[in-house]
């Protein structure tokens, strides 16, 4: 049978097992090798608040939350897309 990807879906990962990650959605235990990281900064302060503090020129702190999700909540939330054949071949940032 053919080899759809070379890395067989995963990132990062040349062998052996990968830990498990719960999916922020549904709570699968997926690898993290091939699960999906999404970034966010959350603000520690009111958005009020914050902007006043902004424009006196104050640093306001944020904060950085790290969430994993299995392949198919990525797609079903629109955090990844399915790409056609030519795309997948393209090196460029997935968004």
Known sequence: MPKKRKSGG???SKGGRDSGVH???CGRITPRGK?????KYV??????IGKELRDSGAIVPRRQIS?????SCAIHMHKIHIRSSDD???RDKIR
């Open 43 to 48: 603000s520690l302060v009111d958005a009020t």
């Open 88 to 90: 997948r071949r393209k």
């Open 35 to 39: 699960a999906k990281r999404v970034t």
């Open 23 to 25: 999916c922020a959605k």
């Open 67 to 71: 969430q994993w999700y299995c392949i």
């Open 10 to 12: 995963r990132t990062g």
